[in-house]
């Protein structure tokens, strides 16, 4: 909060260009943070919901720890000369880029869990409390990976434009070469991973969409009832998938293919290396807005979807729907997924 009075003081001091970027990251940030708390209690009992707030405040402390540090480089650029002020931003840089993937990649692992796989999702507990564990795993392991440079795997250099600070991706030592490679390929998985499962969640819905036009709506039939349920879920659902994958994708691939062209070929491009880290900060930027602007749908459609599937599922004769599954799946102990789906087909047949 004191960042952006503070950008405004330096400003009337020295009236040069700065960037205002900070603006809108902090500012965005805030007012995300705000309709997600405002929210109603019963629309926080979700893990999709802990894991949006988790994103959301990533990105607003990585904003406001790492603008002061490019407000002042634009001030001056013999900031970054300091050596542990340089190896500080390029920890900060490395550590909210990829916390910032592992975290988007959760929320899809949870949508496939909740919407592909319901009965291990029940199983396992998956709620706000599994998502607050969820990302102190995140935080800490990406804290270890990315102190890894401080603690002499490789270094920390400051880049032609002298705006930030980057680990050395031209490298010649093997270890240090190592860890370029080894962060780009954990940030390149994370990026796979999104999209695969977002795709398997996405095929998943449209397969169900098509099942409901195609077969008629008996009024008060548990089919009514599903169709009722999931009506306005699928369209979405389906909207914000695609909409954080394109974020994700857009902001975070530029630089990820910057860390495997400079390590690989080893040849300076300091213009598409600055324009790359200038579209992975536009992240923090965009993100709080899709929240923001559909905040209804994380907050309270999501958690519909998934927590009214036992209520479904109690109110049918599942004696008789089990007893005409497949004998493969009629083991009270095996095949649980598999069961809760043949179930979901035919409340939809």
């Not at 919901?49 to 490019?70: K, M, N, R, Y």
């Not at 001056?76 to 390029?90: A, T, W």
């Not at 796979?192 to 449209?206: P, Y």
């Not at 923001?292 to 729907?321: A, M, V």
Request: aromatic share 10%; hydrophobic share 45%; proline share 5%.
């Amino acid at each position: 909060m004191c960042v952006l009075p503070c950008i405004y003081i330096v400003y009337l001091f020295y009236p040069r260009p700065i960037p205002t970027r900070p603006f809108f990251g902090i500012i965005g940030n805030i007012i995300a943070i705000a309709a997600l708390s405002g929210s109603k209690q019963g629309r926080k009992s979700s893990a999709f919901f802990a894991l949006v707030c988790g994103l959301a405040i990533t990105d607003l402390l990585g904003t406001c720890l790492a603008s002061p540090i490019t407000i002042a480089t634009y001030l001056d650029k013999n900031v970054l000369h300091d050596r542990h002020l340089c190896e500080f931003h390029s920890f900060l840089l490395l550590f909210f880029g990829v916390a910032g993937l592992s975290i988007i990649c959760a929320m899809s692992a949870e949508r496939y869990l909740a919407i592909c796989c319901p009965y291990t999702y029940q199983r396992w507990g998956i709620g706000p409390h599994f998502a607050r564990k969820c990302l102190f795993c995140i935080y800490l392991s990406n804290i270890i990976f990315c102190c890894l440079p401080v603690m002499g795997m490789t270094e920390s250099m400051s880049q032609p434009s002298k705006t930030w600070c980057f680990i050395n991706w031209m490298a010649h030592e093997p270890l240090s070469a190592a860890y370029s490679f080894l962060y780009a390929s954990v940030s390149f998985l994370l990026i796979l991973m999104t999209i695969v499962l977002n795709f398997a969640v996405c095929g998943t819905l449209l397969i169900m969409h098509r099942r409901k036009i195609q077969r008629p709506v008996t009024r008060g039939s548990p089919r009514a009832h599903w169709t009722a349920l999931s009506s306005g879920v699928e369209a979405q659902m389906m909207t914000v998938l695609v909409v954080t994958s394109m974020v994700v994708l857009g902001c975070s691939a530029p630089l990820v293919v910057r860390v495997f062209a400079n390590q690989i070929s080893r040849e300076d491009n300091s213009h598409a290396d600055l324009k790359a880290i200038r579209i992975a900060a536009v992240n923090a930027i965009l993100d709080p807005w899709i929240y923001i602007l559909l905040r209804r749908t994380l907050t309270f459609h999501y958690q519909t979807n998934t927590h009214d599937l036992p209520t479904l599922y109690s109110s049918i004769n599942i004696n008789q729907l089990t007893a005409s599954l497949p004998l493969r799946l009629q083991h009270p102990l095996k095949n649980q997924n598999k069961k809760i789906q043949y179930i979901r087909e035919s409340i939809q047949t």
